[in-house]
């Protein structure tokens, strides 16, 4: 029997100006409006907020990490208990990443630390590189070393966890993708490291576009393994490569050529400047379907949204609200946010001990609605845990209502007037 294809994207309106454009995903799980920006759920949470936290935030869809998944609980346990959102309580729409990211990254994420760094193409050498971040046991030594072997068929890497050996293949990362049921998937891909020779990174950009041809056939051939499917999954294609003009046009050539249901752009938050990553945008954006949503991946700061949905960009997915607000930075309004600060507040200045305004004059999410600048300093002083809950749901707020503040822009023809405003 088959499945009707429940995923469709609509564009609804076009600023006369720019490439920014408001737009209708429909998915088995719910509507998203476009701009939207996705809350990054990786552990199939998204950290110190509940579900219903997040709808009151405004959140409309989450995503969810597949390498991270993959080792804990693993796909079988999340499609016994139906399904990605099921299993965290999530009635809306949902994404997951193909694992790629997070696999090479376990040799690529730490240049510039004092442990070697090499990578490996056929199995001649094996990747090997022990992070900052790695657990350390009692006397301060690390504990693991992280290994990754890249071939053209395939990825060995030993889990951050316990070492333990695992593999993924294009299918294999489709397979898992379908069983934790998103309505959104990603094709495997190869997100070189920065900086790396114009010859590896098209090395990497042609494994890439060879791994999605192999996502597509095995996306296509097998049906959704989740029994709270009510439509076909979507699937995106990923462009890469890297800082190079010449490979990024070939590859948003290539991605484009295929059947996906959408496209994502990879790369552009891996170690490249923001003008490297305006340009890769302005290389890539001719050559992009016009009929197909375009979702960015690890992008989330407030000047790069603007300058991004300006060039066409649909959806967005970044740690940066939730990570930094654990950190104690939390987001205000112009004139006090500005590029400058990141559109920023260090929360744990002293300056703010006695500060009785909201934490952004203009939001009124529960948090700036009910308290002050100087109780969540205290919060953050004595390191209690509602402090992150509050700075979290904040600044998730406050994306998800700017995203609602340009969609609108956009729909009544005033998005340039907005961004001037705020950039």
Known sequence: M???????????????????????????????????FVAVGTRATVKGLTPNEL???????????????????????????????????????????????????LGQASLSSRTSFGISIGGEKILNQVQNDTSRDQHGSNEQVRLVKITDDRVVFRSHIDGSLHEFTPEESIRIQKKLGADIILAFDECAAHPSTHKYTKEAMERTHRWAERCLEYHKKSPPTSRLRRGKQAIYGIIQGGIYKDLREES??????????????????????????????????????????????????????????????????????????????????????????????????????????PLSKECKCYVCQNFTRGYVHHLFRVQELLAYRLASYHNLYFINNLF??????????????????WI
């Not at 299993?87 to 990254?105: H, I, K, L």
């Not at 991605?255 to 945008?281: N, W």
């Not at 969609?407 to 340039?416: M, N």
């Open 2 to 36: 088959t499945t009707k294809n429940m995923f469709k994207f609509k564009i609804i309106a076009k600023d006369k100006k720019s490439g920014a454009r408001a737009g209708r995903i429909t998915t088995a799980h719910g509507i998203i409006d476009t701009p939207s």
């Open 55 to 105: 709808k009151e935030a405004g959140v409309q869809v989450l995503f969810g990490n597949t390498y991270h998944l993959h080792l804990r609980p693993g796909e079988d346990m999340i499609k016994d208990f139906g399904g990605l959102g099921k299993f965290m309580a999530w009635d809306g729409p949902t994404m997951t990443d193909s694992g790629g990211f997070q696999v090479f990254s």
């Open 252 to 357: 948003a050539k290539f991605i484009s050529s295929l059947p996906f249901d959408g496209i994502a752009i990879g790369g552009v938050s891996v170690g490249e400047s923001k003008r490297q990553m305006r340009d890769a945008l302005d290389w890539v954006m001719p050559f992009l379907p016009e009929e197909k949503p375009r979702h960015l991946l690890g992008i989330g700061e407030i000047d790069d949204i603007f300058d991004s949905i300006e060039k066409g960009v649909d959806t967005f997915d970044c740690v940066i609200p939730t990570r930094m607000g654990r950190y104690g930075f939390v987001f205000v309004d112009p004139p006090e946010g500005n590029r400058k600060n990141k559109f920023m507040t260090d929360i744990k200045k002293t300056v703010y001990s006695e500060d009785k305004k």
């Open 404 to 421: 609602r503040q340009i969609r609108d822009a956009i729909l009544e023809g005033r998005f340039e007037k907005m961004e001037k405003e």
